[in-house]
């Protein structure tokens, strides 16, 4: 495991991004001088305005004017803190989403060129109510699962860190996408394994098994992105990215597509890996004379019953997260062999079987390890 830890470690130094900057600038992303701002809600009245873009019908046709809700606040931060100022908020916000003193976020265009300055509506703040529910899931962390809880915690903060720092700049700036989702998905899983579980034999196994799951998700998903001639593509928000990455930003989306699919196999690969592990580890502390044909089939019937509840996992969270689709596949009344082969549903289909073959995979992978390394490392009698 040292030597795939230092593998990736070397693979990340090598592959390190360059400049996110100079892609937004190549891209004409230039700084507009907006300044988000906080600001608490004073009052609220319901009036007409001419529509919007965003006041479109589902037949296309588009209103001349349309009811709008102008919403008062007080400035509490930036630049122009103590102002009274009056947005229009967004189409989808009502009036009794907005009470008296409710706090929220506008953007601030400065005056410039003449032009006096201009407030907007931005959102809602919603820092206080996030930042208590991430307490919570904290404290749950910690009361359910003691240490290792929080350490779990830590581990998924440092995660987050590395997609972050390394692998979101690496797949903006061009870097392969398979080489560096799966050098940071290694460094990933060997920090947060050994940060949570120990660095014990049994959790260098679970890693090993992980790894190997992750390659053969990669290895699967580039062959049916290839056969299936995924088109990157498959809305108006990759349509844009693609122009955002540059002339050969088609091409970097199918990377990016490659690298999403390792990802979302991650989590999930080290909860089976972990899991048949500490199984196999178990069995071979019930059954010390058990020999590897016994642990692997031991192991393999607690395997089974996991595979089946982590199969639906997968299937239902895609699911879950691809719901508004859905219900427009529905109200639309599309054949539906025809809608789940296209678009981003034929994505959300490749990325949904790579993983589970790839977890399938890692089932008996990881179970034979883990049984190969408790029969070897089995104290043996004098």
Same mark, same amino acid.
């Given at each position: 495991? *040292?030597?795939?830890?230092v593998?990736?470690?070397?693979?990340?130094?090598?592959? #390190?991004?360059?400049?996110?900057?100079?892609?937004?600038?190549k891209?004409?992303?230039?700084?507009?001088?907006v300044?988000?701002?906080?600001?608490?809600?004073?009052?609220?009245?319901? &009036?007409?305005c001419?529509?919007?873009?965003?006041?479109?019908?589902?037949?296309? &046709? =588009?209103?001349?004017?349309?009811?709008?809700?102008?919403?008062?606040?007080? +400035?509490?931060?930036?630049?122009?803190a103590?102002?009274d100022? &009056?947005?229009?908020?967004?189409?989808? +916000?009502?009036?009794?989403?907005?009470?008296?003193?409710?706090?929220?976020? +506008?953007?601030?265009?400065?005056?410039?060129?003449?032009?006096?300055?201009t #407030?907007? #509506?931005?959102?809602?703040?919603?820092?206080?109510?996030?930042?208590?529910?991430?307490?919570?899931?904290? *404290?749950?962390?910690?009361?359910?699962?003691? #240490?290792?809880?929080?350490?779990?915690?830590?581990?998924?903060?440092?995660?987050?860190?590395?997609l972050?720092?390394y692998l /979101?700049?690496? /797949?903006?700036?061009g870097?392969? %996408?398979?080489?560096?989702?799966?050098?940071?998905?290694?460094?990933?899983?060997?920090?947060?394994?050994?940060?949570?579980?120990?660095?014990?034999?049994?959790?260098?196994?679970?890693?090993?098994g992980?790894?190997?799951?992750?390659?053969?998700?990669?290895?699967?998903?580039?062959?049916?992105?290839?056969?299936?001639h995924?088109?990157?593509?498959?809305?108006e928000?990759?349509?844009?990215?693609?122009?955002?990455?540059?002339?050969?930003?088609v091409?970097?989306?199918?990377?990016?597509?490659?690298a999403?699919?390792?990802?979302?196999? !991650?989590g999930?690969?080290?909860d089976?890996t972990?899991? =048949?592990? &500490?199984a196999?580890?178990? !069995? %071979?502390?019930?059954a010390?004379?058990?020999?590897?044909?016994? $642990?692997?089939?031991?192991?393999?019937?607690?395997?089974?019953?996991h *595979?089946?509840?982590?199969?639906?996992?997968?299937?239902?969270?895609?699911?879950?997260?691809?719901?508004? +689709?859905?219900?427009?596949?529905?109200?639309?009344? $599309?054949?539906?062999?025809?809608?789940?082969?296209?678009?981003?549903?034929? =994505?959300?289909i490749?990325r949904?079987?790579?993983? @589970?073959?790839?977890?399938l995979?890692?089932?008996?992978?990881?179970?034979?390890? @883990?049984?190969?390394?408790?029969?070897?490392?089995?104290p043996?009698?004098?």
């Amino acid at each position: 495991m *040292l030597l795939l830890a230092v593998a990736a470690v070397v693979t990340m130094v090598a592959t #390190w991004p360059g400049s996110v900057h100079e892609v937004a600038d190549k891209a004409g992303l230039v700084d507009t001088g907006v300044q988000y701002v906080s600001a608490t809600v004073t009052g609220r009245t319901t &009036s007409t305005c001419d529509a919007t873009v965003e006041d479109t019908r589902a037949d296309g &046709s =588009q209103p001349t004017s349309v009811s709008c809700l102008k919403v008062a606040a007080h +400035v509490t931060s930036g630049p122009r803190a103590g102002a009274d100022i &009056s947005v229009i908020a967004t189409a989808s +916000v009502t009036a009794d989403e907005v009470p008296v003193g409710t706090r929220i976020i +506008v953007e601030y265009y400065p005056a410039a060129d003449g032009q006096a300055e201009t #407030w907007a #509506w931005s959102d809602f703040r919603r820092s206080v109510p996030l930042g208590a529910l991430s307490l919570a899931f904290v *404290l749950v962390a910690g009361l359910v699962g003691g #240490w290792r809880g929080l350490r779990s915690v830590l581990g998924l903060a440092i995660a987050l860190a590395v997609l972050w720092v390394y692998l /979101l700049p690496a /797949l903006i700036t061009g870097r392969p %996408a398979v080489v560096t989702s799966l050098a940071a998905s290694v460094a990933i899983m060997v920090v947060v394994a050994y940060l949570t579980h120990g660095p014990t034999l049994r959790t260098t196994t679970a890693l090993i098994g992980t790894v190997a799951g992750l390659v053969m998700i990669a290895g699967i998903g580039v062959l049916a992105a290839h056969a299936a001639h995924l088109s990157p593509v498959a809305g108006e928000e990759d349509f844009r990215l693609a122009g955002m990455l540059g002339d050969d930003g088609v091409a970097r989306l199918r990377g990016v597509f490659l690298a999403s699919i390792v990802l979302a196999g !991650l989590g999930v690969l080290n909860d089976v890996t972990i899991t =048949q592990a &500490s199984a196999v580890g178990e !069995l %071979a502390e019930v059954a010390p004379r058990a020999g590897f044909t016994a $642990l692997f089939t031991g192991g393999m019937r607690i395997g089974r019953d996991h *595979l089946a509840s982590t199969v639906y996992t997968i299937a239902f969270a895609y699911a879950g997260a691809a719901l508004p +689709v859905l219900l427009m596949v529905q109200l639309y009344e $599309l054949p539906l062999a025809q809608t789940l082969t296209q678009g981003v549903f034929a =994505q959300e289909i490749v990325r949904t079987l790579a993983g @589970a073959i790839g977890l399938l995979l890692a089932i008996p992978a990881t179970t034979a390890i @883990a049984a190969a390394v408790e029969v070897r490392t089995r104290p043996h009698p004098v």
